[in-house]
């Protein structure tokens, strides 16, 4: 049985590994399928979801709505593996039960805080990850269809363990 804690490490690998196949061109290019955004955009709101929760872990409070939108992130994929690898150290253990409050804001100067915990925001990061890591399964079909992912890359645990247990 996997730990919830192991879980950030083996998506942020298989993202780790898509990176060091991409050449820099195919990084940072625009894609249609992505209506003009490049697999770097969506590493950077990738790794960026999961930088506000490290920080959310020592300040008490996740706000996603106020992420930095590094683009270097997204224009630099030997970038990207060095903050990846930096979240994959500072997310390996932590207090899951830590309360927590999220920010979030659906009309401009009007924020609610919303009661959380570690756990919950981890599953919330990870859940977030693989739906981008499907998209992004996309465009490396369509555009870099020589680099092979896994067959799990970019697929929900939930829909894994059914097509296991079907």
């Known amino acids: 049985m996997t730990a919830i804690t192991d879980v950030p490490e083996e998506v942020l690998t298989d993202l780790d590994n898509l990176l ?6 195919e990084y940072s290019r625009p894609l249609a399928v992505f209506s003009g955004s490049s697999m770097g955009q969506h590493v950077r ?4 979801f999961f930088q506000c929760l490290a920080t959310g872990l020592d300040s ?3 706000d996603y709505d106020a992420r930095p939108r590094d683009r270097q992130i997204e224009i630099s ?3 990207a593996r060095a903050v990846l690898q930096n979240l994959t150290v500072t997310l390996r253990l932590f207090d899951v039960q830590q309360p927590l409050l999220l920010r979030q804001t659906y009309v401009p100067g009007a924020c609610l805080m919303v009661p959380t915990n ?5 599953v919330y990061t990870i859940e977030h990850a693989i739906h981008h890591m499907a998209l992004l399964r996309i465009g490396v079909q369509i555009h870099s269809p020589s680099i092979q992912l896994p067959r799990h890359f970019g697929v929900a645990y939930s829909t ?4 296991q247990t079907a």
């Open 20 to 25: 060091v196949q991409l050449t820099a061109e």
């Open 45 to 48: 709101h990738i790794l960026e």
């Open 60 to 62: 008490g409070e996740i």
């Open 77 to 79: 994929s030997a970038y």
């Open 118 to 122: 570690a756990v919950r925001e981890l």
């Open 160 to 163: 894994l363990i059914h097509q």
